[in-house]
Nanobody, 114 residues
Framework: VQLVESGGGLVQAGGSLRLSCAAS????????MGWYRQAPGKQRELVAR????????NYADSVKGRFTISRDNAKNTMYLQMNSLKPEDTAVYYC????????WGQGTQVTVSS
């Protein structure tokens, strides 16, 4: 499976961004998927998870109520709507399965200025 993230950018605190993850292959639609992020000097963390059918989601406490994960299996695409962004959300964001595939995409940089 190849994963391509997009939609990152520079935004002021309180702003919004919508990330997209395009996946190749047929395994995407049968896997639980997640959005991960890695800030400079920190370990990569899972911030949002969605089950294969899209009906169940989970969030890290740090993003709960601000981020929304969704997926469109017909398009092999997953999304992360990020609202009320904070400077501490600054990181490279990646999509991957939960548990992860061996290969990661290049990620997309999100920078939130104060």
């Amino acid at each position: 499976v190849q994963l391509v993230e997009s939609g990152g950018g520079l935004v002021q605190a309180g702003g919004s961004l919508r990330l997209s993850c395009a996946a190749s292959g047929t395994t995407f639609r049968i896997k639980a998927m997640g959005w991960y992020r890695q800030a400079p000097g920190k370990q990569r963390e899972l911030v949002a998870r969605i089950n294969s059918g899209g009906g169940s989601t989970n969030y890290a406490d740090s993003v709960k109520g601000r981020f929304t994960i969704s997926r469109d299996n017909a398009k092999n695409t997953m999304y992360l709507q990020m609202n009320s962004l904070k400077p501490e959300d600054t990181a490279v964001y990646y999509c991957n399965a939960v548990p992860t595939f061996a290969h990661w995409g290049q990620g997309t940089q999100v920078t939130v200025s104060s």
